[in-house]
């Protein structure tokens, strides 16, 4: 496969740029070649969704706990909810949590006319203020600072993983098969499938308990980290966030006669830095897995214990504890 194909949809004669194996707005550098729509389409159905439902709000929860990752996160959309007012969320780098309201409100006075609007920002009261008198001819129109605080509020939180995170998941290991020695594109053929959700007859990304040591062991604490192995027939990964969060994924079969191979990469999110090498294979694991609801009350719980102990390998000064909600002091 050349580096003129995108890697997901194989277009030559299309618009090819850059896609990041890890978000580039945590910090990820390491990219590889796919089109425009690929792109557009992928950041539009779930990775922009993911981001959202999910790793913002983890990014956020685990600086509640003492952990500063220096990251002036995306906005967490729709965040928090208080007297009947949606707010958008912001962690900055200074680590303190910030507020606005999810889009401007307007009050009406007792006459059905506009008695106030509220606005997000500075800049949006200027702007939206200049067309109030471009459009009303009211020259006495002003502006009036409202600071809100918000102090010692719980904010909901799920460990229930929805669709776009198992597709992030895929998307990331697809990226990093390509690194396989002797890759071809058939090796990923399945995970492309899910990404354009093209039906297959079994489920190819699955949430998992399952940790391996030997994988652990290659990554530093509350890292993202992506395995890809070339093994038994088949070619496989395992995704992983925070050290925590783990999906295992079916890409597709290799060439029989190609010899088997790994290849890993991983971000750590607290100093920072990623890393991308060949290793030996482990002889991964990956099959199907069927969660009940008793099963998926296990899973939240063992994911907390061990975000909890991946957090304060990290550097964490508190015991981190999401069942059911995240708590700003």
Request: net charge positive; glycine share 6%; charged share 30%.
């Amino acid at each position: 496969m050349t580096r003129k194909h995108c890697i997901y949809c194989l277009a030559v004669d299309a618009k090819l740029n850059k896609d990041h194996i890890f978000n580039d707005w945590y910090g990820g550098k390491k990219r590889v070649t796919s089109c425009e729509v690929c792109n557009t389409r992928f950041s539009k159905e779930f990775e922009s969704i993911a981001a959202n439902e999910f790793l913002v709000p983890l990014y956020t929860a685990l600086s509640t706990v003492g952990l500063n990752f220096r990251l002036d996160l995306p906005k967490w959309r729709k965040a928090f909810k208080a007297s009947g007012e949606e707010f958008d969320q912001i962690l900055g780098s200074d680590g303190i949590v910030r507020m606005t309201l999810s889009k401007p409100k307007v009050l009406k006075n007792s006459s059905g006319g506009i008695g106030m609007v509220l606005f997000r920002s500075e800049k949006e009261a200027n702007e939206g203020l200049k067309r109030l008198i471009a459009k009303t001819g009211k020259t006495h129109l002003r502006i009036e600072k409202m600071p809100v605080k918000f102090k010692g509020f719980r904010q909901p939180f799920s460990y229930d993983m929805k669709q776009s995170t198992f597709l992030l998941a895929m998307k990331m290991a697809v990226a990093l098969a390509t690194r396989l020695p002797n890759f071809d594109p058939l090796e990923t053929l399945l995970g492309r499938m899910t990404l354009f959700g093209e039906s297959t007859s079994e489920k190819l990304v699955s949430e998992t308990l399952t940790h391996m040591k030997k994988i652990d062991s290659l990554r530093p604490p509350l890292s993202h980290m992506v395995y890809v192995e070339r093994s038994s027939g088949i070619t496989k990964a395992t995704v992983q966030f925070f050290g925590t969060f783990k999906f295992d994924c079916k890409l597709g079969r290799p060439d029989p006669t190609v010899p088997d191979a790994a290849v890993l990469g991983w971000f750590d999110p607290i100093a920072k830095k990623e890393s991308f090498s060949e290793c030996s294979p482990i002889g991964l694991d990956v099959y199907n897995r069927i969660h009940d609801e008793l099963t998926r009350v296990r899973l939240a719980e063992r994911w907390n214990e061990r975000l909890d102990e991946e957090a304060r390998a990290a550097g964490s000064t508190k015991k981190i504890d999401l069942h059911g909600e995240i708590i700003f002091e």
